[in-house]
């Protein structure tokens, strides 16, 4: 039987799967921006999606993504389904795997994601969980690859929590394809040590550098993107005062995109104006974070027709 394959971390990936993924992406978003929006190679397949978080840009690029494959779309979320009335969610993965291609989840809890995968018999794939976001990174990798031109030696950085989900990913993604990340945080909000452990094993073969950082300013010093995420995610409401104020020192504002010189700057969004990030820097000329949102779309389609062998 052939293994399935999952995305539940970007670390599910080899690295040289990475990069097909990226040129994957490409050559989808040349055909669509080229008028040919829809390239029917999941004629016939589904795509369960289910969010138990709000989601804007996740769930308008993914349903898209499945539409402009040719495939059907079904949206699902917790309190329409039978989890809500405490059906375990081995069983669920099981049922749906009957009925369904592909299993992609936006979650809190990360260890779901995983139970989703262990009993599931199709792919199931990561639209964000409290400890990884694996399309937002990829699709940032392929951002940063299109402005640039290039991913090896680039120089990312980002700025605030470090154990953000965003982040995490961020850091296996750079160090698989040869990126130098460096992470500015607080020492009480480094990443996790288990995502570091994994990234130098990568930087071992690739030559990337991960860097752990607690001073923005000496942090953007030669960068070519700075990047920020919110302080306080989904599920974190009760840590808000004092996340923000162990933050606050970690604004990405003028005058630290003044000392990154003429980097590029780059949020995943929703943005905060005013508490990560100010509004003269997202709103600037060197700000990607509308393209990044754009390409979404393409990686995700990238994603599910690597996942399900779809030819394109």
């Given at each position: 039987?052939?293994?399935?394959?999952?995305?539940?971390?970007?670390?599910?990936?080899?690295?040289?799967?990475?990069?097909?993924?990226?040129?994957?992406?490409?050559?989808?978003?040349?055909?669509?921006?080229?008028g040919e929006?829809?390239?029917?190679?999941?004629r016939?397949?589904?795509?369960?999606?289910?969010f138990?978080k709000?989601?804007?840009?996740?769930r308008?690029?993914?349903?898209?993504?499945?539409?402009?494959?040719?495939g059907?779309p079904?949206?699902?979320?917790?309190?329409?389904?039978?989890l809500?009335r405490?059906?375990?969610?081995?069983?669920?993965a099981?049922?749906?795997?009957?009925?369904?291609?592909a299993?992609?989840?936006?979650?809190y809890?990360?260890?779901?994601?995983?139970?989703l995968a262990?009993?599931s018999?199709?792919?199931?794939i990561?639209?964000l969980s409290d400890?990884?976001?694996p399309?937002?990174?990829?699709s940032?990798?392929f951002?940063?690859w299109?402005?640039?031109?290039?991913?090896?030696?680039?120089?990312l950085?980002?700025?605030?929590?470090?154990?953000?989900?965003?982040?995490h990913?961020?850091?296996?993604?750079?160090?698989m394809l040869?990126?130098?990340?460096?992470?500015a945080c607080?020492?009480?909000?480094k990443?996790?040590?288990?995502?570091?452990?994994?990234?130098?094993?990568y930087a071992a073969?690739t030559?990337s550098?991960i860097?752990?950082?607690?001073?923005?300013?000496?942090a953007?010093?030669?960068?070519d993107i700075v990047?920020?995420d919110?302080?306080?995610?989904?599920g974190?409401?009760?840590?808000?005062?004092?996340?923000?104020?162990?933050?606050?020192?970690?604004q990405?504002n003028?005058?630290?995109m003044k000392?990154a010189g003429?980097?590029?700057?780059?949020?995943?969004?929703?943005?905060?104006?005013?508490?990560e990030?100010t509004?003269?820097?997202?709103?600037?000329?060197r700000?990607?974070?509308w393209?990044?949102?754009e390409?979404?779309?393409?990686?995700?389609?990238?994603v599910l027709?690597?996942?399900l062998?779809?030819r394109?």
């Amino acid at each position: 039987m052939k293994r399935v394959r999952h995305l539940v971390s970007v670390s599910d990936l080899e690295p040289f799967e990475l990069r097909q993924v990226l040129r994957i992406a490409r050559m989808l978003k040349a055909r669509y921006m080229a008028g040919e929006r829809i390239i029917p190679v999941l004629r016939g397949r589904s795509v369960a999606l289910i969010f138990e978080k709000p989601s804007t840009r996740t769930r308008v690029s993914m349903e898209l993504a499945v539409v402009q494959l040719g495939g059907h779309p079904i949206v699902l979320t917790k309190k329409a389904m039978q989890l809500s009335r405490g059906e375990p969610l081995k069983d669920t993965a099981r049922v749906l795997s009957r009925y369904v291609d592909a299993i992609a989840a936006r979650v809190y809890r990360h260890e779901d994601l995983v139970e989703l995968a262990r009993y599931s018999s199709v792919p199931v794939i990561n639209m964000l969980s409290d400890y990884e976001h694996p399309l937002q990174a990829i699709s940032d990798m392929f951002t940063i690859w299109e402005i640039l031109g290039r991913l090896r030696g680039v120089n990312l950085v980002f700025i605030g929590d470090g154990r953000d989900n965003v982040a995490h990913s961020l850091i296996l993604a750079a160090s698989m394809l040869g990126v130098n990340m460096t992470v500015a945080c607080p020492p009480e909000l480094k990443p996790d040590e288990r995502i570091l452990e994994v990234a130098e094993r990568y930087a071992a073969d690739t030559g990337s550098r991960i860097t752990v950082l607690h001073d923005p300013v000496e942090a953007v010093k030669g960068a070519d993107i700075v990047y920020t995420d919110v302080w306080v995610s989904m599920g974190e409401e009760a840590l808000a005062e004092e996340k923000k104020r162990i933050l606050r020192p970690y604004q990405v504002n003028g005058k630290l995109m003044k000392e990154a010189g003429k980097a590029y700057f780059m949020h995943c969004l929703p943005a905060h104006r005013g508490e990560e990030v100010t509004d003269d820097v997202i709103e600037s000329e060197r700000s990607i974070v509308w393209l990044q949102a754009e390409n979404r779309l393409h990686v995700q389609k990238a994603v599910l027709a690597y996942l399900l062998n779809a030819r394109v």
